[in-house]
């Protein structure tokens, strides 16, 4: 029997000749991710559990992103414990204000294709995108890797998802993946594997499958992959081995779902509130009218992001009385946006660009909202209380579609 991309890289990296679904192995860790949120819990529980060296500091990255910069006084608290711990124990790789975790892990080539990744929020899931095995673990679990190298994990079942032919305009990735959670519920893929494969997929950038693979978390899944190709070993600057190259489903794996996609099918959809498998196609929706706009987190942060809203923002003006707030998801792509152009658009446009961070999405560094009030979102959640009181309604949608939303003043399709 073949063997799914999941099941293969778990071989791998266990040295068994075959792993099934259900089967538990210890996996040795290539890389961690510590956000700043969770590193005084995880010191308490790397103590507690007497651990008296890292097992190597070089593997681990330390990103200070959601609480950038300090709203409340107790942040300040998460900074000392991070910097404390990287100082103590010899960590190389330390982000202060960089970018958001999930953008930095790639972007920076701390994760390559067939690797074994865990990080201490759940779109961690987002560096499947490049055909790695990665997902989210409390701090717990992390203490436990930073101490041994290694973690127990239960093989995940696979659900393949097949998209072919091609997107039509102003149709992007974020409106396939709200699709697909919509088709397959918000706990329709737990503890699962989500393949990604197609002619549709195969078109697709880095960056449009990262934005798939980050919100794989919102259907339960354990972890979401794509096949590494050409586009992923330029993005990773690596050139594609044997075995990364084979990182794709076998004719004759086992699969417990399969879902078959056309690419021409898919419209702009949004989540609706409160739920993100609530979605209905924005045509259905147009007319109800917003109070702000939000481009950017981990999911749509992205140089192409920016670019898709400027281009329906270009020589226009946010409507009155809505707020329109961009952040991109790392330097390197503020730095980019403003080369060539896209800063100043949206500038132009009427918007606010805030530095790289996790601030808005998580509710924690502005753009607040209160009750009644309504937000366009690009962000993967739109539950209760997320961006404000649990009054204010948020509505999950692709770069296009929030940009021509801002400029309405009200929902309406990027057309």
């Given at each position: 029997?073949?063997?799914?991309?999941?099941?293969?890289?778990?071989?791998?990296?266990?040295?068994?000749?075959?792993?099934?679904?259900?089967?538990?192995?210890?996996?040795?860790?290539?890389?961690?991710?510590?956000?700043?949120?969770?590193?005084?819990?995880?010191?308490?529980?790397?103590?507690?559990?007497?651990?008296?060296?890292?097992?190597?500091?070089?593997?681990?990255?330390?990103?200070?992103?959601?609480?950038?910069?300090?709203?409340?006084?107790?942040?300040?608290?998460?900074?000392?414990?991070?910097?404390?711990?990287?100082?103590?124990?010899?960590?190389?790789?330390?982000?202060?204000?960089?970018?958001?975790?999930?953008?930095?892990?790639?972007?920076?080539?701390?994760?390559?294709?067939?690797?074994?990744?865990?990080?201490?929020?759940?779109?961690?899931?987002?560096?499947?995108?490049?055909?790695?095995?990665?997902?989210?673990?409390?701090?717990?679990?992390?203490?436990?890797?930073?101490?041994?190298?290694?973690?127990?994990?239960?093989?995940?079942?696979?659900?393949?998802?097949?998209?072919?032919?091609?997107?039509?305009?102003?149709?992007?990735?974020?409106?396939?993946?709200?699709?697909?959670?919509?088709?397959?519920?918000?706990?329709?893929?737990?503890?699962?594997?989500?393949?990604?494969?197609?002619?549709?997929?195969?078109?697709?950038?880095?960056?449009?499958?990262?934005?798939?693979?980050?919100?794989?978390?919102?259907?339960?899944?354990?972890?979401?992959?794509?096949?590494?190709?050409?586009?992923?070993?330029?993005?990773?600057?690596?050139?594609?081995?044997?075995?990364?190259?084979?990182?794709?489903?076998?004719?004759?794996?086992?699969?417990?779902?399969?879902?078959?996609?056309?690419?021409?099918?898919?419209?702009?959809?949004?989540?609706?509130?409160?739920?993100?498998?609530?979605?209905?196609?924005?045509?259905?929706?147009?007319?109800?009218?917003?109070?702000?706009?939000?481009?950017?987190?981990?999911?749509?942060?992205?140089?192409?992001?920016?670019?898709?809203?400027?281009?329906?923002?270009?020589?226009?003006?946010?409507?009155?009385?809505?707020?329109?707030?961009?952040?991109?998801?790392?330097?390197?792509?503020?730095?980019?946006?403003?080369?060539?152009?896209?800063?100043?658009?949206?500038?132009?446009?009427?918007?606010?660009?805030?530095?790289?961070?996790?601030?808005?999405?998580?509710?924690?560094?502005?753009?607040?909202?209160?009750?009644?009030?309504?937000?366009?979102?690009?962000?993967?959640?739109?539950?209760?209380?997320?961006?404000?009181?649990?009054?204010?309604?948020?509505?999950?949608?692709?770069?296009?579609?929030?940009?021509?939303?801002?400029?309405?003043?009200?929902?309406?399709?990027p057309e």
């Open positions: 029997m073949g063997q799914t991309i999941v099941e293969k890289i778990i071989s791998r990296n266990t040295g068994k000749p075959f792993v099934r679904p259900g089967d538990i192995v210890a996996v040795t860790v290539d890389r961690v991710m510590l956000d700043d949120i969770m590193m005084p819990f995880i010191v308490d529980k790397f103590r507690e559990m007497g651990f008296e060296k890292v097992w190597d500091p070089d593997r681990a990255v330390l990103i200070y992103d959601h609480l950038v910069p300090s709203s409340q006084l107790d942040d300040v608290r998460h900074y000392r414990a991070g910097d404390e711990f990287a100082e103590k124990y010899g960590l190389t790789h330390v982000h202060r204000s960089d970018g958001i975790c999930h953008q930095l892990m790639t972007e920076a080539g701390y994760v390559k294709p067939g690797d074994v990744v865990f990080g201490t929020d759940s779109h961690t899931t987002t560096y499947g995108c490049v055909g790695a095995f990665s997902t989210g673990i409390g701090y717990t679990e992390m203490a436990a890797i930073l101490g041994t190298g290694s973690l127990w994990v239960k093989v995940p079942e696979t659900i393949k998802i097949v998209i072919d032919g091609r997107l039509l305009d102003r149709v992007m990735s974020k409106d396939v993946i709200l699709r697909i959670i919509g088709d397959l519920g918000a706990d329709g893929a737990t503890y699962r594997a989500l393949e990604f494969t197609g002619s549709c997929v195969d078109a697709m950038s880095v960056s449009s499958r990262m934005t798939m693979a980050n919100m794989a978390i919102e259907a339960g899944a354990k972890c979401a992959v794509f096949t590494p190709d050409e586009k992923t070993a330029e993005y990773c600057g690596v050139t594609l081995n044997d075995f990364q190259r084979n990182l794709k489903g076998d004719e004759d794996a086992c699969y417990c779902r399969t879902l078959s996609y056309r690419g021409e099918d898919f419209v702009p959809v949004m989540a609706c509130p409160s739920q993100v498998d609530k979605i209905r196609n924005v045509s259905d929706l147009e007319g109800i009218a917003i109070d702000q706009v939000f481009i950017g987190s981990c999911t749509n942060g992205r140089l192409e992001d920016l670019a898709a809203a400027a281009a329906v923002l270009r020589g226009k003006s946010a409507a009155p009385f809505v707020r329109l707030i961009v952040t991109p998801a790392s330097r390197k792509v503020y730095e980019e946006a403003a080369a060539c152009g896209i800063i100043r658009t949206l500038v132009e446009a009427g918007a606010i660009v805030t530095h790289p961070g996790c601030g808005l999405c998580c509710g924690r560094t502005g753009g607040i909202l209160c009750d009644g009030q309504r937000v366009v979102a690009t962000n993967n959640r739109n539950f209760l209380g997320r961006m404000g009181t649990s009054k204010v309604e948020i509505y999950l949608a692709s770069p296009a579609v929030a940009a021509a939303c801002a400029v309405a003043g009200k929902i309406v399709s």
